[in-house]
């Protein structure tokens, strides 16, 4: 052994290793199987009501007339998706309720957006005041706002149209749309826009390049929410219009008249395009870690 070779750490003697602590294991399992089992419960109560929708407006008349009814499908019947379809005024309705629906989230996000990026990166007179002023107007109920809408509608000669209904819509989804993007966009770094302001670019240009394309997730949410609004509201739309009525208030106007066929097949029918609407936008949204929900 050399002098310029450096010392062997002494010899630690063989023993047995000290218990592990598997408590925190155990409580982590425990609280990963709580979430679990809450999350399949929530799932549960809230897609059991869509599986009977579902089931019932492809059930024969027989099925839904027996009690107690299967929970399987026995006969399996589209006669009552095509009789609720073939009805008088059913696919007007459903053309409306699109169309409404459509022009909400348009009108909503092109007015709601650029408030909510003011709030997020301006501080002006009355900024708290006016966030506030923006949750009472949410919880205004919708009747006060449809009935002077509509003798106002009277008198510019646009009752019983979609841009009324839809104006009454983007009223409804505006503050929340406003505080949604408003959230969302105080979350983007501000030294983004500063850095593409200085490059030579505008205060637009680095909105529509740098700030919206970060802010996609929660323009999607309030997408998501704007447009499950106006497909699912019928107060305002069965008080605004009498001949062009949205598929919500086409059926609730119907139903005292109609068989218990016709009620499964609405409700299904009204089911439908918020959920594919739902699955159309769920690219957009990311979760905490920034990944994208495939």
Not at 147 to 174: E, K, N, W
């Amino acid at each position: 052994m050399t002098a310029d070779a450096p010392p062997r750490p002494p010899a630690v003697a063989a023993g047995p290793l000290p218990p592990v602590n598997r408590r925190p294991l155990r409580r982590r399992r425990l609280v990963r199987a709580a979430r679990q089992a809450a999350a399949i419960l929530v799932t549960l109560f809230m897609g059991v009501p869509v599986y009977l929708i579902t089931l019932s407006a492809f059930s024969t008349r027989a099925e839904l007339n027996r009690f107690p009814k299967a929970l399987w499908p026995r006969g399996v019947s589209a006669g009552t998706m095509r009789a609720f379809l073939g009805s008088t005024g059913v696919v007007p309705s459903f053309v409306n309720s699109i169309e409404v629906g459509l022009t909400t989230l348009l009108v909503s996000l092109l007015i709601g957006a650029p408030a909510g990026y003011a709030i997020a990166r301006y501080a002006f007179r009355g900024h708290d005041a006016y966030q506030v002023f923006l949750l009472v107007t949410r919880s205004l109920p919708v009747v006060v706002l449809s009935i002077p809408l509509a003798t106002m509608f009277l008198r510019l000669g646009i009752y019983d149209s979609v841009v009324a209904v839809a104006l009454v819509h983007a009223a409804l989804a505006l503050p929340t749309t406003v505080l949604i993007t408003a959230s969302v966009f105080i979350s983007v770094p501000a030294e983004l826009e500063e850095a593409a302001l200085i490059f030579g670019g505008t205060r637009f240009a680095a909105f529509r390049k740098v700030v919206l394309p970060l802010s996609i997730p929660g323009v999607a949410a309030s997408s998501i929410f704007t447009f499950v609004l106006s497909w699912n509201e019928v107060l305002a739309a069965a008080i605004l219009t009498l001949n062009n009525r949205t598929l919500p208030a086409q059926v609730l106007t119907s139903l005292p008249y109609s068989p218990i066929e016709y009620r499964f097949a609405g409700g299904f029918a009204m089911v439908v395009p918020s959920l594919l609407f739902i699955l159309i936008m769920r690219r957009y949204l990311t979760n905490m870690w920034g990944a994208t929900i495939r």
